[in-house]
C-alpha cells in the first residue's frame, strides 16, 4: 500500500492552477511556419470560446497549454444549455428550472459535468458551438492529446476508502460519477453488481463441491439460473443507475463521430436540422466482410490452438522421452509468442474493419466493434477447453493415433521411436478437463492480474530510469540537450513536472476492463460445472481486480475524460450470448461426465449422439423458458428510480394541463332533471301532445319523457303492467 | 348479395331519433318493488350524468331504456377531458389545445370516439365521473346489455365498398376505425396485413407445389421467413397504427375490471391517486394452478384425439369387412359430438380460473384467458397432425399391431375375425398426411366458414319464424300474451321493432375471429410444407372471411361497443410462438420426408434419432438469428407515424423551453482576446512583474499569458527555440 500511496504522490500531484485540461501540441514532425501558424489557430479557437490559456514547454518537442474557463458565467450557461437540450431529448424527464440561476442552485454543478462540458467546448465542431480541436485527426493531428489533470487528494482518499471496505455503497458510486464521470461509474457499478452475484455462486459453488461432486447436475442448474436471473438483474439495476444519474437514453443523442463520412445532406423531419446520410446499404453491404473475418478468425486462432493443444497432448501423454518436463511447455511457448502477434494483427484488422463500415455515431461504432472483438474471444478463451471437452474426452481414442505428425516437434530429442510410438491401447487423462479449467480460472487469472497492473509500474519506472541515465550520460559526456524543465519557474517546477509525466501516460479505455469481465464470467457460465469452485477463485481474484483498477487509473493512466453513457454498452449482449451457450455446454458436460461417469479407460460411459443431443435441445427450451419467464419477473419489479423518473414526467405535463384544463372545467354537467310530481297516467299523453306539433321525429321521440323522473314513472308503470297479470295467473 | 342487402335492412334501419346507446333492463326475475326501485335508480344515475333518457317496453319482460347525451357542450368538455387524460398518460404525444372549442374544431369528434365516451359515462365508477352501471353484475344484475344502434345506411354503403374492393386502403381502415374504434380496426388491419402476406406465400407456393414437389426444403426455408418477417412486420405496423389512430399505449391506462378484488388500498407514488391493491405472490400461487390445468387439457384432448386416430387407422387401414365406407366416420361422430362438449366444459373451466386470479385489468385478464385458450387450440388444431407426421408414419409399423385393441368398434359388424386382423406387414399409407392436411387447411375451412356465417343467420329466421308462429297459434286459441309492440305509436313503430331485434342479438367479440386467424397462420406455419398449396387456399379463403365477417358484424351482431386497444393484444405472442415451432416441425418433415423419400412400404428411410435432434437443433438456432436479424432490420425502418410522434414530442417540449431558454441565452461567451500588440520578448517578463504582487499561485499562473494571443506569441518562440538548433545541427 505504501508503494501505491508514494505512486500517486508521484503521478498525481494537488493542482493547485485550476486546470481544467491540458492539450499536448507535438511539433517538430513539420516545417516551423505550419507549427507555428497551427499552433496560433489552435490557442485562437479556444480563445473564441471562451477559455483563458497558457503554455508551458513539454517533454520531446511538444507544448502544454493549459486551458481552464475563464468565467464561470459563461460555463453555466453551457451547463444549462446542456441540460435543456438532455430535456429536449428525454434524457432528462424533469425540466430544468426556467432561470439558469435556479437550475444550477437547484441541481449544482459536479466535477465530471463541468470537465464534460468544457471537453465538449473544446472538442465540438463550431457550428454545435465548439472549439472544434479534434485530437489526431485533420488539421489536429498534431493535438496529441487532451486530458484532465489527476487530484491527488481525491485520489489518495479513494484509495484508501475503497481498499477498507468490503463493497462499494451507492453513494460511493455515485461520488466515481462525480468524479471520472458516468461512464467509469457503470464500470464499477458494474463490476460490484457482478461480485455480489459471485459471492452467492461462490456459497453455493462450494458447497457443491464439497458434497456434490463435479459435474453435478443440481449445481448445474443453480449455476445458469444464477446466470440468467444476475445478466437480466443487471439490465434492470443499468436502467435504475441511469435515471440516478440523469443519463437515461443518453446513448440515443450521441454527436456524429468526426470521421463519419457521408454521401449527402438532408433534413431531420423533426427538428429540421440538418443531417448527414450514408445508406445503411451501402453500410450492410460492407458489414458482410465481417463474414469472412469471422472465418479467418476462427480458423487462424481455432486451428493454431488445436495445433498446440495436439503437440502438448502429445507430448504429455504419449512421449515417454528425455526432457519431457521441458517439451511440455513448446506449446505454451508457441502460444505465449505467436498469439499477442495474431491478435494484435486481427484487432488492427477489426478497427480497419470497423472504420470501413462507417458508423455515425461512436456507439454504433464501439458495438460493431466489440462484436468484431467478442469473435476472437469467444475462440482464444474458450477454444481449448471446448477441444479438451468435446473432443479430446470423448474421441480421444480415436484421435490420438492421428497424433504421431507432431512427433517431429520431439524427434530430435527423442532416444529411439518407442518413446514416440502410442500404445495401442490409448487410455485418455480424465483430468486433463479440470485441471484446464483450473489453469484457466486460476493461474490465468493471476498472470492476467499480474501482468495488468505490475507490468505497467515496472515499465514506467524503467523507462524514468533509463531516461535519467541517459541525460546523466548525456551530462557527463557534455552537450546535454535542453530539458523542457530548464526554464520552469521556481514556484510551478514541480507542478509542471507532474503534468509533464501525466503528459505520457496513456489514455484510459474503460472497455478493456470491462470485457475482461465478461470473459470471466463466460468461463462461469460455461465450465464452472467442470469445477465448482470457479467463483470462489473469481471472487478473491475480483475483489482485489475493483482495487486494483481504481489503482490502475489513477496511477497509469491519464485521468479519463468524463463520458456519459447509459449502459456498459454492446458487452450486456455478450452476457446474453454467454449464459445461452453456457446453458448448452454446461448440460453436454453434466449428461457426459455425471458422476463423475468416467469409464476406467478414462473414456465416458458410451455417448449417444440423439441423447446428447436431445440434452442440448431440452437444455436450451428451459433456458429460453426460463429466460422469458425471469425477463418478466423482473420487469414487474419497480423500483424507487423509476417512480421518480414516471413522477417527473407525470409532473412536467400536469404542470402544462394544469393552466388549460382549468379553462374546460368550466363546463359542469347538465341535468334536465325536472321535478315530475304529475299523475303517473297523463305523463305521457302531456309529453305526447307536447310534441305533436314538433316536426323532427327524432325532437318528438326525445320528448316525450321529460327528465329521468318521467322515464322511471313509465318504466315502473310497464313494470307493474306485467305483476298484476302474473299475480292474477298465479290466484287462477 | 341480395340476401345479405335485405338482411342488413332487416336488422338496421336507419337511427332516425339519435339514439346513442340502448339499455336493455329485465324485470320480472325479482318481486315488483325491488324491480322498480332498481330501475328508477337507473334512469337516475344516468340522469345524473348529463344523459337523456326515454323508456319503450321490450320483448320478454324487459324495457328497453334509450340513452342520449342531453348536451353537445357537456359532451364537448368529456371528450377534452379524456384527451387530455390520454395526453398525460402518454396515449398522445400532442397535447391538446389550451381550449376546449379549439381542441374540438383541430381535431373533430368521431363516431366511434363519442360512443366510446358516452359507454364510458355509463359505465364508468361514480369516482371516475360515471353513473357506475355494469351490465350483468352487483347491483346492476338486471341490466342485461348496453349497445348502440346500428346504421343502416353506413353498414350497406360499407358492406358495398369491401364487396367490390380488392384489398382494403388505409382510409378504409380509418373509416371502420371512426365507426366501430380501434379494437374491431384493429381485426381489419390484421387480417389485411396476413392477407397481403400470403399473396406473397401463395405464389411461391404455387410454384413450389409446381416446380419442386412436396416437402421442398426451399420451400421450407422461405415460408420460414416469411412467416418470421410478416410475424415481426406486423407488429411494426401496429404501432404505426397506434399512432395514427392516437392510441399507442393505451393499454397501459387501462381502468380496472369491476369484478377485481382487492386486499388493501394504497397510494400511488407518481400520481397520489389511491389504488387498489392485490399481492402479485398471491396471484403467482393462484396462476400456478395453470400447469395442472393445461396438463388435464393436453392429456383429455390428446388422448380423445389419439384414440379417434388410432380407430380411423385401425377402420380404414386395417378392417377390410361390410360397411367399412361408413364405419370409417366413428372417429368423426365421436368428435363432433364429444369436442364440443368438453371445449365447453374446459372453457368455462378456463374462465372460471381466469376469474379466480383475479387481474386488475381487461387487458391482462385477455391475455391470461387467451393464454389457456390457445393451449387448447394447439391441442385440437395440430395434434392429429403431429400424430401422422411423428408417430404414424415413422413408428406406424410398430404400433399398428397394438391397434387390434379398436377392433372392438367394429366388431358387431365384422364377419368374421380375418376382416378385423392385422397383416402381418402392414404398409402405412404415405398419402394420410397430406391428405390430413388438405382436410385441415381447406375441408375445415369452408366448413368452419359455413358454421360461422350461414348458421346463425338461419338459426335466427328460424327463431323469428317459431315465434310468428307460436303468436299465431295463440292468436287463434284466444288469449294472446300482451306483445310488446301492442302500444307502439305508429311512427314509431318500425324503429322500435328494428330496435328489439337488434336487443336479441348478441354482442359481437373480435378475439374470436382475430384467435380463428392466428390458429389458420399455424396450419401455414407448421405443416405447409406438407402440401405448399396451403396458403392459395387460404387466400381464397381470407378474402371472403374479410368480408364475411363484416356482414356478420352488421348483421348477425349488435354493434360492437368502440373499445380502444394498441394492438392484437395477447395474440401476437401466440404468433411468434407458432413461428417458432413452425421452424421445428418443418425442419424434422424435411429432413424425414424429403425429396418424398418414402420408402417402398411407405416408411420413410431409416430416420436417425440424432439426426432429426441435429436437424432440429439447427434449425431452432438459425431460427432465432434469423428473428434477431429480422428484428434489428425492421425495428431500423422509420416511418411517417413515428416520425409524426417523435416530432409532436419534440414540439410540446420545445415549446416549453422556449420561454425559458431565452432567458439563458442572454449570457453570451466572454471573450478574454486583448489585443496583443507587444514585443515577444518582453511579454512573459511584463507578465511575470504583473503578477509577483499577486498572492495566489493559481492567479500568477494564470497571469503570466493575457489571451491567447499572448499565448500564441509563448508558443511560437518555444517552438522557434527548436527549429534553429535542429537546423545549426543539420548543418554541422
Known amino acids: 500500500m505504501a508503494r501505491i500511496a508514494s505512486a500517486l504522490d508521484q503521478t498525481s500531484p494537488a493542482n493547485p492552477v485550476d486546470v481544467d485540461y491540458v492539450i499536448t501540441y507535438r511539433y517538430g514532425t513539420a516545417d516551423k511556419e505550419a507549427s507555428m501558424k497551427q499552433f496560433e489557430k489552435l490557442v485562437e479557437a479556444l480563445g473564441s470560446v471562451g477559455l483563458a490559456t497558457e503554455v508551458r514547454p513539454g517533454e520531446d518537442l511538444s507544448l502544454l497549454v493549459f486551458v481552464k474557463e475563464a468565467s464561470e458565467e459563461h460555463l453555466h450557461g453551457e451547463v444549462y444549455r446542456s441540460r435543456v437540450k438532455d430535456w429536449i431529448h428525454n434524457v432528462r424527464s424533469e425540466a430544468p428550472e426556467k432561470e439558469t440561476k435556479k437550475a444550477l442552485e437547484a441541481e449544482p454543478l459536479y466535477e465530471a459535468e463541468r470537465l464534460r462540458i468544457i471537453y465538449q467546448l473544446i472538442t465540438n465542431s463550431k457550428s454545435d458551438g465548439g472549439a472544434g480541436v479534434t485530437p489526431k485527426s485533420g488539421e489536429w493531428k498534431d493535438v496529441e492529446a487532451i486530458f484532465a489533470l489527476h487530484d491527488r487528494d481525491f485520489n489518495r482518499k479513494w484509495i484508501k476508502q475503497l481498499s477498507s471496505s468490503y463493497l462499494l455503497n451507492i453513494h460511493q458510486l455515485d461520488e466515481i460519477r462525480n468524479r471520472f464521470g458516468e461512464k467509469v461509474a457503470f464500470y464499477f457499478a458494474f463490476i460490484q453488481s457482478y461480485f455480489q452475484f459471485l459471492l452467492y455462486i461462490a456459497a453455493i459453488g462450494a458447497s457443491a463441491w464439497a458434497i456434490l461432486g463435479h459435474f453435478s447436475p443440481i449445481y448445474a442448474i443453480i449455476n445458469g439460473l444464477g446466470c440468467i436471473a444476475w445478466t437480466e438483474y443487471w439490465k434492470h439495476q443499468e436502467v435504475d443507475l441511469a435515471i440516478r444519474w440523469g443519463v437515461r437514453n443518453v446513448s440515443k443523442i450521441e454527436s456524429q463521430r468526426q470521421t463519419f463520412t457521408y454521401t449527402k445532406e438532408t433534413t431531420d423531419p423533426v427538428t429540421g436540422e440538418k443531417m448527414r446520410y450514408f445508406s445503411p446499404f451501402a453500410r450492410l453491404q460492407r458489414q458482410l466482410l465481417q463474414i469472412p473475418f469471422a472465418l479467418v478468425v476462427v480458423t487462424l486462432f481455432g486451428c493454431l490452438i488445436a495445433m498446440c493443444f495436439g503437440i502438448e497432448v502429445f507430448i504429455s501423454e504419449v512421449y515417454n522421452g528425455p526432457l519431457k518436463s521441458i517439451l511440455v511447455f513448446i506449446p505454451t511457448g508457441i502460444l505465449t509468442t505467436t498469439m499477442p502477434i495474431l491478435t494484435g494483427v486481427l484487432q488492427v484488422l477489426a478497427r480497419k474493419l470497423t472504420d470501413f463500415e462507417n458508423y455515425e455515431t461512436e456507439g454504433a461504432y464501439a458495438t460493431a466493434l466489440t462484436q468484431k472483438l467478442f469473435v476472437m474471444d469467444l475462440v482464444t478463451s474458450y477454444w481449448a477447453i471446448f477441444l479438451t471437452a468435446f473432443v479430446y474426452v470423448p474421441f480421444g481414442n480415436v484421435i490420438v493415433p492421428y497424433l504421431d505428425v507432431f512427433a517431429l516437434t520431439v524427434q530430435p530429442f527423442a532416444e529411439h521411436d518407442k518413446q514416440m510410438q502410442i500404445p495401442e491401447r490409448f487410455n485418455i487423462n480424465p483430468d486433463r478437463l479440470r485441471k484446464q479449467v483450473i489453469y484457466f480460472t486460476v493461474t490465468a487469472q493471476i498472470v492476467n492480474f499480474l501482468l495488468e497492473l505490475i507490468v505497467p509500474i515496472v515499465k514506467r519506472r524503467g523507462t524514468a530510469k533509463y531516461k535519467q541515465m541517459k541525460s546523466e550520460y548525456a551530462m557527463k559526456h557534455g552537450g546535454a540537450a535542453p530539458q523542457a524543465s530548464d526554464n520552469d519557474s521556481a514556484e510551478e517546477a514541480e507542478f509542471l513536472a507532474s503534468v509533464?509525466?501525466?503528459?505520457?501516460?496513456?489514455?484510459?479505455?474503460?472497455?478493456?476492463?470491462?470485457?475482461?469481465?465478461?470473459?470471466?464470467?463466460?468461463?462461469?457460465?460455461l465450465w464452472s460445472v467442470v469445477w465448482p469452485l470457479t467463483a470462489c477463485s473469481f471472487v478473491i481474484n475480483d475483489w482485489i481486480e475493483l482495487r486494483a483498477d481504481a489503482v490502475k487509473i489513477c496511477v497509469e493512466y491519464q485521468r479519463p475524460i468524463p463520458t456519459r453513457t447509459?449502459?456498459?454498452?454492446?458487452?450486456?449482449?455478450?452476457l446474453s450470448f454467454l449464459t445461452w451457450l453456457g446453458s448448452l455446454t454446461t448440460a453436454a458436460l453434466v449428461y457426459m461426465f455425471s458422476n463423475d461417469g468416467v469409464g476406467r479407460d478414462g473414456t465416458p460411459h458410451a455417448i449417444k449422439g440423439w441423447a446428447?443431443?436431445?440434452?442440448?435441445?431440452?437444455?436450451?427450451?428451459?433456458?429460453?423458458?426460463?429466460?422469458?419467464?425471469?425477463?418478466?419477473s423482473i420487469s414487474k419489479i419497480d423500483s424507487s428510480g423509476r417512480q421518480k423518473e414516471r413522477a417527473q414526467k407525470f409532473m412536467v405535463r400536469k404542470r402544462y394541463i394544469d393552466e388549460s384544463v382549468a379553462e374546460s372545467n368550466k363546463i359542469t354537467p347538465v341535468l334536465d332533471v325536472g321535478p315530475a310530481k304529475l299523475d303517473r297516467e297523463s305523463l305521457e299523453n302531456i309529453a305526447r301532445e307536447g310534441t305533436l306539433h314538433k316536426?323532427?321525429?327524432?325532437?318528438?321521440?326525445?320528448?316525450?319523457?321529460?327528465?329521468?323522473?318521467?322515464?322511471?314513472?313509465?318504466?315502473?308503470?310497464?313494470?307493474?303492467?306485467?305483476y298484476p297479470a302474473n299475480e292474477t295467473k298465479k290466484e287462477q
Not at 512 to 522: C, L, Y
Open 566 to 574: 447509459d449502459t456498459i454498452g454492446p458487452w450486456l449482449d455478450s
Open 612 to 632: 446428447i443431443l436431445l440434452t442440448i435441445f431440452t437444455a436450451e427450451q428451459t433456458f429460453l423458458v426460463v429466460r422469458w419467464a425471469v425477463r418478466t
Open 695 to 722: 316536426s323532427n321525429s327524432s325532437d318528438r321521440f326525445w320528448a316525450r319523457q321529460r327528465g329521468w323522473r318521467e322515464t322511471a314513472q313509465v318504466g315502473s308503470n310497464l313494470i307493474e303492467r306485467y
Open 500 to 525: 509533464r509525466k501525466q503528459a505520457e501516460l496513456p489514455a484510459y479505455d474503460v472497455g478493456t476492463d470491462i470485457r475482461e469481465m465478461v470473459i470471466q464470467f463466460g468461463y462461469l457460465a
